[in-house]
């Protein structure tokens, strides 16, 4: 069963930096999922809908949303099936449960997710 479990999460203050992993597990043995799988960052504010954050396409380019550009950077390691959120210079607003996310043959995985609190 595949399964993914973010960590890193915690409290900040504004202008600072997290970095947030995942490990995927579970798959068929010796299989590199961001191969052939794309990679996606999703968070949820507090009484706001899941939003996507980041996505890294296999062997393409990534892309982040618009608020977070320039200062997030998502990246993956096909070798140890790891993928990561480096995030800098931190808002209050960023405050939010941040999820990974994989979609392997078609179907969704998501890790349960990992807080991160930025105060002012």
């Known amino acids: 069963q595949v399964q993914l479990v973010e960590s890193g999460g915690g409290s900040v203050q504004a202008g600072g930096s997290q970095s947030l992993s995942c490990g995927v597990s579970?798959?068929?043995?010796?299989?590199?999922?961001?191969?052939?799988?794309?990679a996606k960052w999703y968070r949820q504010a507090p009484g706001k809908a899941r939003e996507w954050v980041a996505l890294?396409?296999?062997?393409?380019?990534?892309n982040v949303r618009e608020s977070v550009r320039g200062r997030f950077t998502i990246s993956a390691d096909d070798t140890s099936n790891m993928m990561y959120l480096q995030m800098n210079n931190l808002k209050p607003e960023d405050t939010a449960v941040y999820f990974c996310?994989?979609?392997?043959?078609?179907?969704?995985?998501w890790g349960p997710g990992t807080q991160v609190t930025v105060s002012s």
């Open positions: 996310n994989v979609e392997i043959q078609m179907k969704p995985y």
């Open positions: 890294m396409t296999p062997h393409g380019p990534s």
């Open positions: 579970g798959t068929a043995s010796n299989s590199h999922v961001f191969t052939v799988n794309t």
